[in-house]
C-alpha cells in the first residue's frame, strides 16, 4: 500500500510546493521592489500645484499630463514633465 | 583599509551570528586581524556563540560613553589571537548607538583590523540599520524559504538606500548571498527552494552554501564556531566561505543529497 502511495503520490507532484514558492515570491518580490522605487511623498502634491498653475492658461486633461521623477547616476535627480498641447480650436 | 562587513538578513533565527563567528574565525586562522562586532544591544549572543561569555567586562556602549576604552573592552579569543571580539551591551538603551559615535569606533578599530564583521540584529529598526550604515560588503543570510528571501530582499533594498556608501553616491555597498540551513534532499523532493531559486529571485551573487546539519547546534552548545569542526559539511562550507571572500574560486559543495540506498534507486525515486 505504501508502494502504491509512493506512486500515486509521484504522478500528483507536478507542482511541488518548492515551485509554488519560487512562484509566491517572485510576484511579491517583484511587487514589493516597485514600491520601494516609489516616488516622493510630494510628487501628488506638486503634481497637482503645476496643473493648477497650467491650467489658469491652458487647457490641460489629466491624461495629456505626465510627470516623473527618475533617479540618474550619481546623485542627479531629473524631474520630466510631458504634457501634451491640444490645438488652439479645441481650446475654448 | 579595514573592509567593513555586515552579516545581516532581515529576519530572525536563519544564522547571522553562526555565520559571523565562523567567519570571524575563518578569516583570522588565514592569519589576518578580524575584530567581531555585535550589534544586538539588549540581545547580547555573539560572546555565547565565540565560547566568551564569562570574559566579558565592558561592553559596546560602555565605549561609547566613554565609561571603558576599546582596548578595555575587546576580548582577545584564545583559540587563534588576531581575532577580537566587541561584545554587545545586555541591559542598556539601544538609543545609545548613533551614526557619529558608531562611525568614530570604526574609525578606531580600522587601524588595527583588517575585517570588521557587523553582527546585525534582526528586524530593520534602527540597530540593524546602524549595523548596515558603514558597511563595505553584506553578507545577506538567508534561508532557502519564503519569509527569510522575501525579508532578505527588503534588506537588500536597505543596503542599496540607507546605507553611507548610499548617501553619499559612492560605489554601492559589495552583497553577497549566504544561503544557510540547505536541505538538497528536500530540495530534490521539490519541498524546498534550490539555490538557484533563491539566487534567482535575489539576484545578487552566492558566497555560500550551508547544509542543515546537527554540527552547528553542537557547536553552539559548546561555544566554539562550526567552522573549527573541520570534519563537519557545515565547517567545510563555512571554510569555502572564508576562500570566496579572499577572492579564491572554489566549487560549491553539499549542494546534491547523498547517494540513496538501491531500493530507491530502482523504483526511480
Known sequence: MALLDYFLQKKEKQVTTAFKAKERLQIIVAHERTCRNKQPDYLPQLTEDILNVLRKYIKVSDESFSINLDKKEGNLNVLELNIELHDEKSRD | ??????????????????????????????????????????????????????????????????????????????????????????????????????????????????????????????????????????????????????????????????????????????????????????????EMLSVEDVVDILSIPLLGVIPESQAVLKASNSGEPVILDIESDAGKAYQDVIERLLGETVEFRFLVAEKKGIFTRMFGG
Not at chain 2, 544564522?15 to 586581524?33: D, F, R, V, Y
Not at chain 2, 550589534?39 to 565609561?67: A, H, S
Request: aromatic fraction near 4%; hydrophobic fraction near 40%; include cysteine.
Open chain 2, 1 to 190: 583599509m579595514a573592509r567593513i562587513i555586515v552579516v545581516t538578513s532581515g529576519k530572525g533565527g536563519v544564522g547571522k551570528t553562526t555565520s559571523s563567528a565562523a567567519i570571524g574565525i575563518g578569516l583570522a586562522l588565514k592569519g589576518h586581524k578580524v575584530v567581531l562586532i555585535d550589534f544586538d544591544i539588549g540581545l547580547r549572543n555573539l560572546d555565547l556563540i565565540m565560547g566568551c561569555e564569562r570574559r566579558v567586562v565592558y561592553d559596546f556602549v560602555n565605549v561609547i560613553n566613554g565609561e571603558a576604552t576599546l582596548n578595555q573592552a575587546l576580548i582577545k579569543d584564545k583559540r587563534v589571537s588576531s581575532l577580537s571580539i566587541l561584545p554587545a551591551s545586555q541591559t542598556r538603551d539601544k538609543d545609545a548607538l548613533t551614526k557619529e559615535n558608531v562611525g568614530k569606533i570604526l574609525e578606531e578599530l580600522a587601524k588595527t583590523f583588517d575585517y570588521i564583521i557587523c553582527d546585525s540584529p534582526a528586524g530593520i529598526e534602527a540597530g540593524a540599520m546602524m549595523a548596515l550604515y558603514y558597511a563595505d560588503e553584506a553578507i545577506v543570510t538567508t534561508n532557502p524559504e519564503v519569509s527569510s528571501v522575501r525579508d532578505s530582499d527588503r534588506i537588500l533594498g536597505m543596503l542599496a538606500s540607507r546605507s553611507r556608501r548610499a548617501e553619499l553616491g559612492l560605489e554601492p555597498i559589495k552583497e553577497h548571498l549566504l544561503l544557510t540551513r540547505y536541505s538538497p534532499k528536500r530540495v530534490e523532493e521539490g
